[in-house]
């Protein structure tokens, strides 16, 4: 099967490698106008791990000329952290974007794995809020990678467990904390993985070991599934969610 362009369709999304990147591209930049996220001269601070997301997020915000810088909070998981920081380090050098690295053995006396904690991502959660707020001071907005996969689940989560997650394109800031705005939010998780390979983003898939283990997985098997059975249930889940705000 072919793109209407004749090039070969690289997804169900019947579109050729280029048309599904400025497909994606352009719907990135339209939810940035459409929620006004980020305004003219803007200083940009990106929470970037070093994964797909974050690096798609990057590259796309500096394309439109956004005045970027990335921070990468490193957490000290081995085996992990590692991998992605040296991607995310290649990707600012090759771009010339400003990189902070704030890691939790400075700031916090350990690394998470020496933490030994029962709850890690609860730790890790609250640290690295702490952490990027602090630098964020000489910002006007956070800019995050979460795609439409990642605030499915938060609004599910939320509904099963009492969560106080935020899903929501654009959290207004107050004195402790500034603006936070989500670019991919309309973008599935699939759909970025797929730009981020065809750029060569990311030199492999990797993901923290701890993720397998958080109330968050069993969310996201559940969506698969219903997605499976009923294609767009993810955007309906997130779609019908704002639409109640
Ligand atoms: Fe931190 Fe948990 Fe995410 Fe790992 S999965 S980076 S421990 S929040």
Redesign the pocket.
């Known amino acids: 099967m072919s793109c209407s362009c004749g090039q070969p369709e690289i997804s169900e999304r019947r579109l050729c490698e280029q048309h599904f990147s400025d497909w994606l591209e352009n719907k990135v930049k339209e939810t940035i106008d459409e929620y006004n996220m980020i305004k003219p001269g803007e200083r940009v601070l990106v929470a970037a791990s070093g994964g797909k997301d974050s690096l798609t997020l990057l590259k796309i915000l500096k394309q439109c000329g956004y005045n970027v810088t990335a921070l990468c909070i490193d957490?000290g998981?081995a085996g992990y952290r590692e991998k992605t920081l040296a991607d995310l380090q290649a990707f600012c050098a090759a771009h010339e974007i400003p990189l902070i690295i704030r890691t939790f053995k400075e700031e916090k006396g350990r690394t998470?794995d020496e933490m030994n904690s029962k709850h890690?991502?609860t730790e890790?959660?609250i640290y690295r809020r702490e952490m990027m707020a602090a630098v964020a001071k000489d910002f006007d907005v956070i800019a995050t990678g979460h795609n439409m996969d990642d605030e499915a689940q938060a609004i599910l989560m939320n509904v099963f467990k009492h969560h106080k997650l935020k899903p929501k394109p654009v959290l207004a800031g107050n004195d402790a904390y500034k603006r936070k705005v989500k670019p991919l939010y309309f973008i599935p998780e699939a759909d970025v993985r797929r730009y981020a390979f065809i750029h060569n983003l990311i030199s492999e898939f990797t993901e923290?070991r701890?993720?397998s283990s958080?109330h968050r997985r069993a969310i996201q098997k559940f969506l698969e599934n219903r997605e499976l059975e009923k294609p767009g249930a993810k955007e309906m889940l997130v779609r019908n969610y704002l639409a109640q705000l």
Do not use: V
Request: charged fraction near 10%; aromatic fraction near 0%.
């Open positions: 957490e998981i998470l890690p991502c890790c959660g923290c701890n993720a958080s």
